[in-house]
Structures are given as C-alpha cells and as structure tokens.
C-alpha cells in the first residue's frame, strides 16, 4: 500500500476508464428509442416522472411536457385571439353551471368589421400609420413622412371616416391584451409593460419591406433560447407593410413565443421547488467569454512608478457570452434571460436540434407517401369507416367516460354550430392532433383571410383542401366529444383540452427519427405509436382498460361471429380481414369496419 499522501494522488488518477453496467446501457438505450421513435419530448417527460416521485403534485399548468405537448395546437389558440376575442393565461370561467371563454376584449377581427371592405381597410390602414408616424417624429424617429404629413392625413383621414378614432382604440387596445399575455409567461416584465403603453400610444408595427423575418412572422419550434420578441424602434425610410397585416402575424409569433416560453418557466420552477432534479435543469451564473487580449498601455492605465514590465502586462477582457456554452440553454423569466446547465438529451429536445436529416433523395421520396396518405385518408369510405374505430378507440381510452355514437354526435353539433365549446377547444391547444393535419402544411392565417374569410370559389380552386377539412372532420367530432365530457367546474380547460388530444392517437407526437421515416413509409408512426398507445393504457389502468376492451371489442367480436358463422361468405373472407375488421353482411353487401386494435 502507498503511503497516506500518495494514496490520495493515487485515487485522483483513472488508469481504466469506467465500466458502464448492463443496467445503465440498458437504461440508455430504452431512453434514446423512446425519444427517437416514441417521443421526441421524451426527456421532459422524464424530468417530470423524476419530480413527481416524491409525491409532489402538479397542475397540467405546471407540467412542463403536457405544455410542451399541447404546444402543437398552438396556432389554433391564436387564430381565436385573432377572431373572437383576446385572453390571458386563465382560458376559462364558470357562468352558471357551464365553464365560458375568458374573453378580455373583441378580436382583431371583431374591431375591423366596420372596415371589411378592401378600400375602408386601406385606408384604416393609412390612418393608423400616419397617426404612429406622428408620434414617432415627435420622439425623433425618421419613419419616411414627414411630422406635417402625417399631422394632415390624420385630419383629413378622420374628416372622411368618423369612426376611425374608434376603431383605432380598440386596436390598441387589442394590441395592449397581446402584451399582457406575454407578459404573464415571462416574456417582458411589468416595467417594461407600462412603459411601452405610456410612450407608444398609437403603436402599430412597422416592419418594412426588406424585414424578412419580423414581416414573415418568425415562429419558431423552440423551447428554450426564445428571444423576447419586443425589440427597439429605430428609424426608416423603406416602405411599410400593411400594420394590419403585421398584427396579425405578430399575435401568432406572440403567442407562439410565449407558449413556448412557458415550458422552460415550468421546467424552472420544478427545479427550484425539487432539489433531487436540480443536476438535470441546474441554473448557473451567466456564461462570460473572453472578448479580447490587451496590454496596460492599451487600456490607458497610469503606469507612474511602475517597473516598465507591467506597461506590457497582459489583461483578458471577459463579457458576457454572446452565444450560449454546450449544455447550457436560456429561459426569459420576468424579460431577463436565466441560465440552465442541462444533458445533451435535454437541450436537443429543448432546442428541436436532434432532427433526422433525409436529404434530397429523401425528400423526394416524400412525395409518393404524401400522396398515398391524401389517397388513404382523404376517400370517402375512410372518412365513414375512421371516425368509427376512433369512437371505439376512444371508448378505451378515455379518462372521462366517452360514449360511443352519443358523444360523437355531441362534438359534430358543436363543429357545426361553432358553439363556446368548440372554442375552448381551440384554444386549448388541442387542434392539429389528427393524421389529416400532418399533411396540412399551413394552420396560420393571413389578414385577408381572417378579414375576408375563405369563399366556396376558393376551395373548388383548393379541391384538396376540401377534403382535408372533410376527413378531419370525423375525427376531430370524436376529440371534441372528449373534451365536452371532461370541461366541467373544477376542471381545467387544458386538462380537457389534453385529454382530448391524447383520446385517441395523438399524431403530432413522434421520435426525431419515427418523424422522418414517416415522411417516407405512410403510416409508420401511426402504427408504432398504436401499440405504444396500447401498451401504456394496460400499464397505468390495467383492469379498466381490461374491461373497456372486452366490452367495446372482444364482446361485439364474438357476437358478430356467431351471426356470421353459418353464412357462406364468412369463410371466404380472409383470416386477416376477420382479425382487422368487423365483418357485417348487411343483404347483398359486406361491410368492413376497422377494429381499433
């Protein structure tokens, strides 16, 4: 043996690297197949399972994964902001015995109906840039017209329309509801609130021409490093974009960024609350760099009764990093950026950075699968025989008691009539989870189209889309059904609006690589993602869901065998058919409804 002090050398030098156990490399590779071809939110799902085991309970508002999940309806949230009315955090309130939007103010869409008409707008428009203009000449701010101008164009502007003045308070308004939404996630603090309402009065956006990503509405996929989307004015003289157009696409960047702001809040606050996890989401100091290298002379030092030496002593600059370290990514919380050390795994699912890229040859494969997805879902038998394997399926797996047939038939009314119901749906964020939508490349909306709304021409242009909103139709019934039976007092909208995404198989959740092997193989994801599905209900509720399966599958199996199994026909149809389909023999014609599983 070494003696005391050379031993404690000894134990400070690895001669061998680690032995990592079958255990831990089991371990690592159930967590990389999870979030590659399960999850790619996986690793948050796991921080919170670490959170909660203590016992600690958490709201689907402070749970970081489900805000992550129900992220992708986000669109939808947006686009009610836009068109019936502006809210907050706090989606939902209790009138009577039912559960109302929260709604703060009119929608964008609301406030310009005395303006519909194409000319009324554009001129609303003007009115609204010559009044901003006005203000920012008085601040010193070049904007391209003159203080003089724009002063007039506001006179004349309101002597032709009265109602401008109007309808430009309930602008600003609307835009003021915008900044408290960001600002209740930690977008901006409360100080930089007030002073932006005190010193833009008559604020609308002016993005320019050349603005290419303030004007095209930036949305990002991010759930950290969100940069506060409030920048500063500076002055131009390039052309301006319609404002109108630019509020638009500001309330959803807004929105977007918020939301997506939220998850890192929550993520924050477990780890402050939660001291076992705090490794996985560690806050630190801000990270400095070094930003230049300079002697004493250089930096004007006063060198009397210095040895020459120190003249030429070398001093490191540091300031604060510009981009952030490795592991480290960024939460805006109260406007001020907070630090976090994390895993590699943790930011790749933070930062969406661990994408599988196909390349070009991959992308042109995608084409053929688009097309047979459109073939498969978009027919008309598919859009009878799905929403009827999504009635059964839901039937399994709902957590609020979904009855086949009679809360489907709940969630079409209320498509159909667009009740408060249907609202609260959206903006629950419990849109864009079916398969139709995956193909749906655009869920914004333009200032025209909200303004003007889509006319029957424009979809004997768009056929395509016709069908797409036809198909999704049949399964979006099914989801709203499940949310009407779970939005009730005392609970939460984004509880029913989870639950609604999750009834069924929620086709916006994947694995980083599951995604990109589904842009080529149609249905890969669908069909891992329904034995996952399956897998999970038997392991959380396994004697009810049990019982749902006998009931609403085994059972109606058995019995339409025994009424088919004298006929003829039943034994022709192939095994594969009988195990994939319930087989009813209606006269002359066979029917073929899917099975759920």
């Known amino acids: 043996p070494l003696p005391p002090a050379a031993q404690q050398v000894y134990d400070h030098i690895s001669f061998d690297p680690d032995k990592v156990s079958i255990a831990e490399k089991w371990t690592k590779g159930y967590q990389s197949f999870q979030t590659k071809m399960i999850d790619d939110l996986y690793p948050i799902a796991k921080y919170v399972s670490e959170a909660t085991k203590g016992g600690i309970t958490l709201s689907i508002e402070e749970n970081p994964y489900l805000l992550a999940r129900l992220l992708r309806g986000v669109a939808s949230k947006a686009t009610v902001f836009i068109e019936q009315g502006t809210f907050g955090r706090v989606l939902g309130k209790v009138v009577g015995k039912r559960v109302m939007p929260a709604f703060k103010g009119e929608g964008l869409k609301q406030i310009l109906k005395p303006v519909k008409n194409p000319a009324e707008w554009r001129d609303f428009s003007t009115y609204l840039v010559a009044k901003h203009s006005d203000e920012l000449s008085a601040l010193g701010i070049k904007t391209g017209i003159s203080k003089d101008v724009a002063a007039r164009a506001v006179q004349e502007l309101e002597a032709q329309y009265a109602d401008f003045s109007k309808i430009a308070d309930k602008l600003y308004k609307y835009q003021s509801d915008l900044l408290d939404y960001i600002q209740e996630s930690g977008l901006i603090n ?40 409030i920048k500063r004015i500076k002055g131009s003289e390039r052309t301006i974009i319609n404002p109108l157009e630019n509020i638009v696409k500001n309330t959803y960047a807004y929105i977007n960024a918020a939301d997506r702001n939220q998850v890192g809040v929550m993520m924050a606050r477990l780890a402050n609350e939660v001291p076992g996890i705090k490794p996985m989401f560690e806050r630190i100091d801000t990270p400095i760099s070094r930003v230049a290298t300079v002697t004493a002379k250089e930096l004007g030092i006063d060198l009397s009764g210095l040895p020459e030496e120190m003249a030429e002593a070398v001093f490191n600059i540091f300031r604060p990093s510009i981009r952030n370290p490795d592991g480290v990514v960024t939460v805006l919380i109260d406007g001020k950026r907070a630090f976090f050390k994390t895993s590699p795994d943790m930011q790749a699912a933070l930062l969406s950075t661990d994408t599988f890229n196909m390349g070009l040859i991959g992308k042109l494969l995608t084409m053929p699968t688009k097309w047979l997805r459109a073939g498969a879902t978009l027919s008309p038998d598919f859009m009878i025989r799905n929403p009827l394997r999504d009635m059964f399926s839901a039937f399994v797996y709902s957590k609020n008691g979904f009855i086949p047939g009679v809360d489907f038939m709940r969630g079409v009314f209320s498509i159909l009539k667009r009740d408060k119901d249907y609202t609260l749906f959206k903006m629950s964020g419990a849109e864009h989870s079916m398969l139709v939508s995956l193909d749906r490349e655009v869920l914004s909306k333009t200032f025209k189209e909200i303004l003007e709304g889509e006319k029957f021409p424009d979809y004997i242009k768009h056929p395509l889309k016709l069908l797409q909103l036809s198909s999704e139709l049949g399964e979006k019934a099914t989801r709203l059904g499940e949310f009407k039976a779970g939005l009730r007092p005392g609970r939460s909208v984004l509880e029913a609006g989870f639950a609604a995404r999750d009834v069924t198989l929620d086709f916006a959740k994947a694995g980083t690589q599951a995604k990109a092997i589904n842009q080529v193989i149609a249905f890969f994801n669908a069909n891992v993602r329904g034995w996952d599905k399956l897998y999970t209900a038997f392991k959380e509720r396994p004697g009810q869901t049990m019982l749902k399966v006998a009931a609403g599958i085994t059972v109606p199996s058995i019995l339409l065998y025994l009424v088919n199994r004298d006929d003829p026909r039943w034994k022709e149809i192939p095994q594969w058919q009988k195990d994939l389909f319930w087989i009813v023999f209606v006269g002359d014609t066979i029917y073929r409804i899917p099975k759920p599983f």
């Open 190 to 229: 409360q100080t930089l609130r007030e002073k932006l309402n005190q010193k833009y009065l008559a604020y609308v956006p002016f993005y320019r021409v050349m603005d290419d990503i303030a004007a095209k509405g930036f949305l990002g996929k991010k759930l950290a490093n969100i940069a506060s989307p």
